[in-house]
């Protein structure tokens, strides 16, 4: 069986439960929290880094201290996870969804401003696959209209925009670290801040809404309840797990890379011949081969097709039934203008086997039997 995703292990991650284990400091913000976090700052310039225990609750972390309430409004793509929208819904928010743009399956930077108004607080830009979204147009209006973004870049680790990592373009950027990533501890995330000014309020929403980091570095001389928050911490073991992966964040990206051009050059004459669409890079974007997708001519075809590969002991899958057609979608968000794309495309897509380690005869394996399938 050629698995759809297998979590990296890079081989010293039990030695670094250990000496966390040994360093008796298992809860969050031990030594190997702090590596993560300086890693992170490095890597992407952001003015600071926090794990969290997903992206989920990174997302929630960002609706916290962009202030969002009952009644004001948020622009994403429906073509997303759940967590996108349920981190404002949360805080009383309506979610106006707008169409994906069918080349890279991100949020149409063209259609966002029609669906601004004097409710809206913030944008979400979606990272699909770990090929950004057209940050610059997305960054000038919302400067103009004075809002938020607040980038789900889950998928986005080690992926960047015109040299800028995706996470540390906008005013908060949220990474998952889940198992299905390119980077995993299991369960996890990060939450990414550009500026300096809401490090302080982050460290509070993230400590309980209480000022204990303050009281740690001596600031204060004791710590209370200063603000709204929850426990965003994860333990410092499942930071062990994933700091091997940091270590040899460049190896994983080169490899999934590798894997990906693979994918692509064994399927291109497929393409060529109009059975099916590869995905397509703009100019602008290093992506970090999060994913490996195929779009094929209907949702029909790619029932057929994953049936076809799973007789052949070949795990494909799809993801992402649009938000705005979903039973929560429809009570907590509403459409703005047409969905010519999301629909359509999102029953087209299909994602093929990709992680760290895949190797190149197990994807000429998949690709022989997509040539099959096509006779
Ligand atoms: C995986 C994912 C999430 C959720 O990440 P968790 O770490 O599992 O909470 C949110 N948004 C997108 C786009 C994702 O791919």
Not at 288 to 315: Q, W
Request: charged share 25%; hydrophobic share 40%.
């Amino acid at each position: 069986m050629i698995p759809f995703n297998r979590p990296p292990y890079m081989g010293n991650e039990i030695r670094y439960i250990q000496d966390a284990i040994n360093n008796k400091k298992i809860c969050g913000d031990g030594a190997f929290t702090q590596k993560c976090h300086q890693w992170m700052e490095d890597k992407t310039n952001a003015a600071k880094a926090f794990l969290t225990t997903s992206c989920t609750q990174a997302l929630e972390m960002a609706a916290l201290l962009a202030g969002i309430k009952a009644g004001d409004e948020i622009i994403m793509p429906s073509y997303t996870f759940v967590s996108t929208a349920n981190a404002f819904v949360l805080r009383g928010a309506k979610i106006i969804f707008v169409d994906i743009r069918p080349d890279t399956m991100n949020i149409d930077e063209a259609l966002i401003e029609p669906a601004i108004t004097k409710k809206t607080k913030a944008i979400v830009p979606v990272h699909y696959a770990g090929v950004s979204c057209e940050m610059d147009t997305i960054m000038e209006l919302a400067a103009q209209y004075d809002l938020f973004v607040i980038e789900d870049a889950a998928q986005g680790v080690m992926a960047a925009y015109k040299g800028q990592d995706l996470g540390s373009i906008g005013d908060f950027g949220c990474y998952s670290f889940h198992e299905t990533k390119n980077y995993s501890m299991g369960e996890g995330g990060a939450i990414l801040l550009r500026g300096d000014q809401y490090v302080e309020q982050a460290e509070i929403v993230r400590e309980k809404g209480t000022n204990r980091s303050n009281f740690l570095r001596g600031q204060v001389d004791k710590y209370t309840w200063v603000s709204q928050g929850s426990s965003y911490l994860p333990s410092d073991i499942n930071a062990a797990y994933l700091w091997p992966q940091l270590e040899q964040a460049d190896e994983i990206n080169c490899d999934r890379l590798k894997s990906w051009t693979h994918y692509h050059e064994a399927l291109k004459p497929l393409e060529d011949a109009g059975k099916l669409e590869l995905p397509v890079i703009p100019a602008e974007c290093e992506h970090n081969a999060h994913m490996f997708y195929i779009k094929v001519k209907d949702i029909d075809v790619r029932g057929r097709l994953i049936n076809f590969l799973k007789e052949n002991e070949i795990a494909a899958v799809f993801h992402y039934v649009p938000l705005h057609t979903s039973p929560a979608g429809k009570k907590f968000g509403a459409f703005s203008g047409e969905d010519q794309y999301t629909t359509k495309e999102s029953e087209r897509l299909l994602r093929l086997p990709m992680y760290y380690g895949l190797q190149n005869w197990e994807i000429d394996e998949v690709c022989a039997r997509i040539y099959d399938f096509f006779g």
